[in-house]
C-alpha cells in the first residue's frame, strides 16, 4: 500500500462545475496535510495546507480532513479552465522532517 | 518561487560525467530538500539538510552526493551521471519541517 494514494485522473469537469479531489494516506499518525497545484512544466504550488479534522476554506478552495478514514480532499468550486493542473497530496509526520507526496490527480476543466 | 533559485534551469550531459546542480535561497529557511521527479512516481526524496553541514539520505539517494557549506546553498551532486538519473530535479524549502516551498526545477537529461 502506499503511503499516499490519488487516483492519476485525469479528472473532467465543465467550467463552472464542483471538482472534487481526493486523497487517502496510510499513517495514522500524519499530522500535516497539503495540496499542491503544478501546470505542465512547471513547479509545485502550495495552495492549502490543513491540520486539523474539517473544513478549511480560502476562496474557491475548501480542504476536507477526516483523520478518522485517513482521508483528505480538495474541492474547487466554480472550475475555471486556468484550474487545469495535476494536483498533488502531501502528507506530513511532525518530527520526521519530510513529506511524503501523491503521484497526483490531472484535473481537466472544459470550457 | 519563494526566494529559491536552481541552477542550471536544464542541462544535458553524457553518461559517466559529474553533474551538479545548485539550490540558492534567500528565505533563511533552515530546511532543504531536492527531490527528483519522474512520470508514474511522483516527487521522490533524494537528500534533505536540516541545517548547515547537517543532511540526510532521503529514499532515492543511491547515486547522489549532497553538501550544504551555507544556510543559502544545497548542492546536489551525480557522481557519474546515469540514463535513469535523467529526470526533472525540484530543490525545496521549508522554515520548520513542514510547509514545503519549491524551487523553478532543473531539467537534466543523460545520454
Known amino acids: 500500500q502506499k503511503e499516499v494514494e490519488q487516483n492519476s485522473g485525469p479528472l473532467s469537469v465543465p467550467e463552472g462545475a464542483i471538482a472534487s479531489l481526493n486523497c487517502t494516506y496510510s499513517d495514522r499518525g500524519s499530522q500535516s496535510f497539503f495540496w499542491y497545484r503544478q501546470y505542465s512544466g512547471k513547479s509545485p504550488e502550495l495552495i492549502m495546507s490543513i491540520y486539523s479534522n474539517g473544513d478549511k476554506e480560502d476562496g474557491r478552495f475548501t480542504a476536507q480532513l477526516n483523520k478518522a478514514s485517513q482521508y483528505v480532499s480538495l474541492l474547487i468550486r466554480d472550475s475555471q479552465p486556468s484550474d487545469s493542473a495535476t494536483y498533488l497530496c502531501a502528507v506530513n509526520k511532525k518530527g520526521y522532517q519530510k513529506v511524503t507526496f501523491g503521484t497526483g490527480t490531472k484535473l481537466q476543466v472544459i470550457p | 518561487d519563494a526566494g529559491i533559485t536552481q541552477s542550471p534551469r536544464h542541462k544535458v550531459t553524457e553518461t559517466g560525467t559529474p553533474v551538479t546542480l545548485r539550490c540558492h535561497q534567500t528565505e533563511n529557511h533552515r530546511y532543504m530538500y531536492w527531490y527528483r521527479q519522474d512520470p508514474g512516481h511522483g516527487l521522490r526524496l533524494i537528500h534533505y539538510s536540516y541545517g548547515v553541514k547537517d543532511t540526510d539520505k532521503g529514499e532515492v539517494s543511491d547515486g547522489y552526493s549532497v553538501s550544504r557549506s551555507k544556510t543559502e546553498d544545497f548542492l546536489l551532486t551525480l557522481e557519474s551521471a546515469t540514463s535513469s538519473q535523467t529526470s526533472v530535479y525540484f530543490c525545496?524549502?521549508?522554515?520548520?519541517?513542514?510547509?514545503?516551498?519549491f524551487g523553478p526545477g532543473t531539467r537534466l537529461t543523460v545520454l
Open positions: 525545496a524549502i521549508s522554515e520548520t519541517d513542514d510547509t514545503q516551498y
